[in-house]
């Protein structure tokens, strides 16, 4: 195995040694097998190449305090896997194929897991249809690839906060398109507004809705949170907001370890600028802080610019349990051994 500098892992491809491929051919899936991580042929005329039919998930291994690894509600993934399947055409997996795929897989690369406190083991699973199709329609074949990568903070500096720009000429996702899966296109289309931030300095973009441009729809590829008097609002799921696992569990140590009324709903935009806290979360971002918003040129400073307190304790809540070290009071790990 190469070597790989813990202590300086950013959120780039750094693949671990082994991949899984499993190949649907004949309206069957195949048991699928460990291989070393390479390249794939595909013929140009693949559906994915030509009209996107394609998933990703993005999930986590975790070294835990007590050097064991787990895995994070991995069913989860599963179930929208299978969501954006039915979306696009794509057959869908067995949930237990689908966790067995992984935890197999993690346990080759177990190298691969950070130690304690450094990082985590991104696992990147992706479906899509291999085969061949001239006019647009579903593929006849397909493959199901899990591939991995030890990373650090999906945002450089991970807890001490983004500057996020109020994307207003471009929308994410329509209320009736696929917004509400991992389809690979949303993340092609997503590329020029988040350029364009990134040029005038912000980290990413916050997206308004397609209707009306006035309710508050995501962060990049994080979902969006704000609290104000004790309710911890994000944006209702409608079709168009991706329903984050990290979303859900949020919501749900909120109202358990935190006593804040946790409330899906239409958020404007312009709450944001007199939101008490503001942060994003999503498996790669965890828990991050939002200190700046800006729109139409105006920045508005979040509090007093600072990651919240309320954000700090939720992080460090979910972080604990994450690694072992609070009580894991959902049964949300999944331990590898
Ligand atoms: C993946 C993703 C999220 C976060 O989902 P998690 O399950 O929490 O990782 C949020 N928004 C978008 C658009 C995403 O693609």
């Not at 993934?77 to 935890?103: H, Q, T, W, Y």
């Not at 800006?294 to 600072?306: L, R, V």
């Amino acid at each position: 195995m190469k070597q790989i500098d813990w202590d300086n892992l950013g959120f780039d491809i750094n693949p671990a040694e082994k991949m899984f491929v499993a190949r649907h051919t004949k309206g069957v899936w195949d048991s699928g097998g460990i291989v070393d991580y390479g390249t794939i042929q595909l013929f140009p005329s693949a559906v994915i190449l030509n009209y996107g039919q394609g998933l990703f998930e993005g999930m986590k291994a975790y070294r835990t305090k007590d050097n064991r690894i787990a895995m994070f509600q991995p069913h989860a993934n599963a179930r929208r896997l299978n969501d954006g399947c039915r979306r696009l055409c794509m057959p869908e997996l067995d949930e237990d194929f689908f966790v067995e795929s992984i935890k197999a897989l993690v346990r080759e690369n177990r190298d691969y897991v950070p130690p304690y406190g450094k990082g985590d083991l991104y696992i990147r699973p992706i479906l899509f249809g291999s085969g061949q199709m001239l006019g647009v329609s579903p593929a006849t074949e397909y493959m199901f690839i899990i591939f991995m990568s030890p990373v650090g903070p999906y945002f450089k500096g991970g807890f001490s906060g983004i500057h996020l720009q109020i994307c207003t000429d471009y929308h994410r996702a329509s209320l009736l398109g696929t917004g509400g899966v991992k389809a690979v296109g949303n993340y092609a289309a997503s590329l020029m507004p988040k350029a364009l931030a990134r040029d005038e300095g912000f980290d990413e973009v916050l997206y308004l809705d397609a209707r009306c441009s006035t309710y508050v729809e995501e962060v990049g590829s994080a979902n969006f949170f704000l609290i104000k008097n004790g309710i911890l609002s994000t944006p209702r799921l409608g079709g168009s907001i991706l329903p984050g696992t990290t979303r859900e569990e949020v919501l749900m140590l909120a109202e358990h370890s935190f006593k804040l009324i946790p409330q899906g709903r239409d958020i404007r935009y312009d709450e944001l600028f007199t939101a008490e806290e503001l942060f994003c979360t999503g498996t790669a971002a965890v828990i991050t802080p939002i200190l700046s918003v800006t729109h139409e040129g105006k920045p508005h400073t979040i509090g007093n610019g600072k990651p919240g307190a309320l954000t700090r304790k939720l992080y460090d809540e979910l972080k604990g349990i994450q690694l072992g070290e609070r009580p894991d009071i959902f049964n949300w790990l999944t331990y590898i051994d």
